[in-house]
């Protein structure tokens, strides 16, 4: 008989039901009696003691089903050892409800933030397995997590979506892409939509060789100029500044985000008319695509294995086209950047590709 918790934290993406499902029906198929305790809205659920018994039938017919059965929410790692607004000591308190229903292990599926507090929940003795989530791809430890694909074939139909219409105006077109702080998403959507210019964070660029790229399209007879911009993207003078002056350049510029920015310094400096686009959230709804279906089922059942085999203490993750166990301490506090000098961007350029830098 195993008593396994389960909960899903921080921003939802495409395939969290999927993960769960491969984690429920391989336990399912063992033979193994399991009772489920699904934990609400994040480790808010654990903390408050919020949860959903749930059998196997709870997780039919979610494979294609986006968002998560159990809700979430945002519990910042920085916050979990402040006390609540009524002194109650959260990670106490998370002990305490494990405890409390003689858990054998907690599944947690999340990104950054919440592999830092299962990596506290380990060191703390409680058995956690934790699958990586996130439309970023940021996480450290895993080649990919499951939400990415998804969110690239969004991003990379917005931009097809805007080709056309930038092709017709012949206007230069900015789309802002999600990632946070990684360029990932950006990259693989940009270069899949077939974007002339690509902003990363990992990039600084320099806002001269931006619009000399787009005056180099006009002369060769390119009517339109597509510029895919990571939402984290940052010029080469604001990469100099310290952490607290970029904070507040942040809080007090008149634009809404970097891409309205990059927009306005094109159209002084080069006359040209520029339009931005943000699909924002939609990168992370909907149903997962195939790829991330079978990636995020794979990976649940990889984390069922080890349940039966009392393996507690790893994010399951994916190295060189394996799925593997990489241990929680490892992975904790990481993030995974893209490297200015890895192959993909080196190919990028050889395509023509600018990069602002
Ligand atoms: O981490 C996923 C992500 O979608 C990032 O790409 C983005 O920066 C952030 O979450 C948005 O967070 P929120 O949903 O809290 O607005």
Excluded at 76 to 99: C, H, T
Excluded at 204 to 219: N, Q
Excluded at 256 to 278: D, F, N
Excluded at 283 to 303: I, K, M, N, T, W
Aim: aromatic residues 6%.
């Amino acid at each position: 008989m195993k008593r396994i918790g389960m909960l899903t934290s921080g921003g939802d993406c495409q395939a969290l039901n999927a993960a769960m499902r491969g984690v429920v029906k391989t336990l399912g198929n063992s033979g193994e009696k399991t009772e489920i305790y699904g934990f609400l809205d994040g480790y808010r659920g654990l903390i408050y003691g919020n949860y959903r018994m749930l059998g196997t039938k709870d997780f039919s017919g979610i494979l294609t089903v986006g968002g998560t059965i159990l809700g979430t929410s945002r519990t910042p790692f920085k916050q979990i050892r402040e006390p609540d607004e009524n002194g109650l000591d959260k990670v106490e308190a998370m002990k305490k409800n494990y405890k409390k229903l003689k858990l054998d292990c907690l599944v947690i599926l999340g990104g950054n933030g919440t592999h830092k507090t299962a990596n506290l929940l380990r060191s703390e003795g409680l058995n956690i397995i934790t699958l990586p989530k996130t439309i970023d791809n940021d996480l450290w430890g895993t080649d990919m997590t499951f939400g990415f694909q998804s969110a690239v074939d969004i991003a990379t139909n917005a931009i097809d979506c805007i080709h056309t219409t930038a092709a017709s105006h012949g206007r230069v077109f900015i789309v802002e892409v999600m990632g946070h702080k990684v360029g990932w998403l950006t990259l693989n959507a940009g270069m899949a939509g077939g974007a002339d210019i690509i902003l990363l964070p990992e990039i600084p660029y320099d806002i001269d060789k931006v619009v000399d790229a787009v005056e180099a399209r006009d002369r060769n007879g390119s009517r339109f100029t597509i510029i895919a911009v990571a939402e984290g993207a940052i010029s080469k003078e604001d990469a100099k500044l310290s952490k607290k002056e970029y904070k507040e350049k942040l809080r007090t510029r008149p634009y809404p985000s970097v891409s309205y920015e990059v927009a306005a310094q094109i159209q002084e400096k080069s006359g040209r008319e520029v339009r931005v686009t943000v699909p924002g959230h939609v990168q992370r709804g909907g149903s997962p695509c195939p790829y991330d279906r079978v990636f995020a089922s794979r990976l649940g059942s990889e984390a069922g294995r080890l349940i039966l085999e009392d393996d507690y203490g790893f994010m399951v993750g994916y190295k060189n086209r394996e799925i593997v166990k990489v241990p929680l301490e490892e992975v904790a506090g990481k993030l995974k950047m893209l490297s200015p000098d890895a192959a993909i961007v080196k190919e990028a350029k050889m395509l023509g590709i600018c990069f602002g830098d």
